[in-house]
């Protein structure tokens, strides 16, 4: 287990291509950094969409998003639809079922939660 401090640079990032095909992901460091237990990322929107995507949930007991730039709208099963904009977080219950609406192009999200090997469950 590295037990260090992490630093990743803007200067050093690299986005890959993550679970959803619209998103390109930075990985902070955290989940090498603490052995599994936690991950963060810096989402980025691969171009804006307005497409609805499936139903899916995460089985993550803790699931943090703030919207660094642009904005996103989710829909959530039993809540509607949000609109998150810069400047907002959001706590995604363990297995709530959500989809992604539409997003702008500019959409930079950072995203942490635990554990950092969480399941997501596809579920039309």
Do not use: C
């Not at 037990?3 to 955290?30: I, M, N, P």
């Not at 950094?33 to 936690?38: L, Q, R």
């Amino acid at each position: 287990m590295n037990k260090g401090v992490t630093v990743s640079h803007l200067k050093d990032a690299v986005f890959e291509q993550g679970l959803r095909e619209f998103f390109a992901y930075r990985d902070l460091g955290v989940a090498q950094a603490t052995n599994g237990a936690a991950v963060a990322h810096v989402i980025r929107a691969n171009g804006a969409s307005d497409i609805v995507h499936d139903w899916h949930s995460h089985d993550a007991p803790f699931h943090l998003i703030y919207v660094l730039k642009g904005w996103a709208e989710f829909e959530y099963e039993g809540q509607g639809r949000m609109r998150f904009e810069a400047g907002t977080s959001f706590y995604q219950p363990r297995l709530i079922r959500h989809r992604e609406v539409a997003h702008s192009a500019d959409l930079e999200m950072l995203e942490v939660a635990m554990p950092g090997d969480f399941k997501t469950h596809e579920d039309a």
